[in-house]
């Protein structure tokens, strides 16, 4: 977790805000902290980001007031990130969340070592549009390589 202000901290409204904050570089929460509140106003830094449930693409830098019911807590995702999520069989699935136009995006993978000392053998990602499709690859000696896990590309219809 880090405040919003890491990443850009010349910005005065993201110093300012006190209840949202940064999950990795990829999420940004925005809790409701006021009793009786169903809506709630998000600082975004610079950049596209998309409401997780919606999909719907925000620009920052930018305040958005969005709806916040009791049944959930404002989610935004970062364009251009891949996130790893649990997949409904239970096992590893990419979330991808579509890139801005012109813009790239990626992600790590770090698998669980387990109990052993072995270092991690992390799995990059890269995002890109080719035409009317966003590409997903897997970094590798040879270039990119096919995911090793399922992908689930979010945002594409926001272009």
């Known amino acids: ?3 919003l202000w890491w990443s ?9 805000c006190e209840d949202a904050f940064l999950l990795g570089d990829s999420l940004l929460v925005a809790p409701v902290v006021d009793p009786g509140a169903d809506r709630r106003a998000v ?3 610079r950049g596209r980001w998309y409401d997780t449930v919606t999909e719907r693409a925000y620009e ?12 959930r807590i404002p989610v935004f995702a ?7 999520v649990r997949a409904e069989d239970g096992g590893l699935e990419l979330e991808v969340w579509a890139p801005a136009p012109g813009r790239t995006g990626g992600g ?3 698998p669980d070592g387990g109990e052993g000392w072995d270092e991690p053998e992390i799995e990059r990602y890269t995002v890109r549009w ?4 966003v590409v ?12 090793t896990h399922p992908v689930r590309v979010r945002g594409a219809g926001q272009r």
């Open 8 to 16: 850009a901290p010349e910005e005065r409204a993201l110093r300012d």
């Open 130 to 133: 080719a035409g009317s499709w």
């Open 43 to 45: 600082q975004l830094p």
């Open 1 to 3: 977790m880090r405040p």
């Open 108 to 110: 790590l993978v770090v």
């Open 136 to 147: 997903v690859e897997r970094e590798g000696e040879d270039g990119g390589a096919e995911p």
């Open 78 to 84: 970062r364009a251009g990130a891949v996130i790893p």
């Open 60 to 71: 920052g830098p930018a305040q958005v007031l969005v709806d916040a019911p009791l049944s």
